[in-house]
């Protein structure tokens, strides 16, 4: 089984949101997951579940350094970091890219810049080029339809289909699952 750790340790950034997106675009095709929900803050539309056959596991952190964190880095197969792009995100990313580092997992991370817009993210890209790494980066736009989707409890992918927001979503769960060996939906 294959794990997909969504983690940073900043609250807010986005991993609950990324963890229902790629469990809604598994739920789509039929793919076979459990899911962990080890941040605790409610939010998420999924259940937690656990299936013997599972062929992922995708895994929700808290939005604090746990005590387990550099166990769970350790055991992922992909990392993904979702995190806004603002320069207070700057420091908070800077220590879980250290922690990737220190867990020699740095070149299984992909980065998701969840709720970005033109105008949050220029301080935030300067200094991102000099941390990337070529590590793989997604966006994810703001967008009010995430809130509209999640009243329903559905994917924004779903909810509205020929959104910017739906369509950015998309293709982020795509890259995901190209990185995880799995065919585009």
């Known amino acids: 089984m294959k ?6 340790q900043k609250g807010g ?3 609950t949101l990324v963890v229902d997106e790629l469990a809604f675009s598994f739920d789509r095709t039929d793919v076979k997951y459990s899911l962990y929900d080890l941040d605790g803050q409610g939010g998420i539309i999924h259940e937690p579940k656990v299936i013997d056959d599972a062929d ?3 895994v929700d952190t808290p939005g604090y350094i746990s005590d387990n964190l550099g166990e769970l880095i350790q055991g992922a197969d992909l990392i993904i970091i979702p995190t806004r ?3 207070k995100d700057i420091p908070t990313l800077q220590t879980m890219l250290e922690l990737i ?3 020699g997992k740095s070149s299984d991370t992909m980065f998701i810049f969840n709720a970005w817009n033109r105008f949050n993210a220029a301080a ?3 200094w991102f080029k000099t941390v990337r790494d070529g590590r793989h980066v997604s966006i994810i736009p ?3 339809e995430f809130a509209k989707a999640g009243m329903y409890g559905k994917s924004v992918v779903e909810y509205s289909p020929r959104s910017k927001a739906a369509l950015m979503t998309c293709k ?12 585009q939906e």
């Open 172 to 183: 982020t769960m795509n890259e995901i699952r190209l990185q995880i060996g799995l065919p």
């Open 13 to 15: 950034c986005g991993k």
């Open 3 to 8: 794990t997909i750790l969504i983690a940073n």
């Open 142 to 144: 703001q967008s009010e």
């Open 124 to 126: 935030f890209e300067d």
């Open 56 to 58: 992922y596991a995708i």
């Open 85 to 87: 792009t603002t320069y």
């Open 101 to 103: 580092e220190q867990n």
